[in-house]
């Protein structure tokens, strides 16, 4: 499944600072767009991955429900 977030880059004296405005903890750093760009999708994929290890292994053995969530914003 595809999601999208919004990366915010800001220029530096010499490199870049991005982070995604939707999740807090996700940001990076890197010398060229690029870089930054492939560091941030690289650290929203370990936390959106690490995140939902920590959410299965709190369910486990649990009576719960699953549901896809849609909002406008």
């Known amino acids: 499944m595809e999601r999208k ?3 915010i ?3 530096e004296e010499g490199f870049y600072i991005g982070y995604i405005e939707e999740i807090p ?3 990076t ?3 060229t767009l690029e870089e930054v760009r492939a560091n941030l999708r690289e650290a ?3 936390i959106l991955q690490t995140k939902k290890e920590l959410i299965e292994k709190e ?3 649990k009576d ?3 549901e896809t969530l ?3 914003i």
């Open 5 to 7: 977030f919004t990366a």
């Open 9 to 11: 880059i800001e220029k």
């Open 25 to 27: 903890g996700v940001n």
């Open 29 to 31: 750093q890197g010398k």
């Open 44 to 46: 929203l994929e370990l």
């Open 59 to 61: 369910l486990a053995g």
């Open 64 to 66: 719960f429900i699953r």
């Open 70 to 72: 849609s909002v406008d």
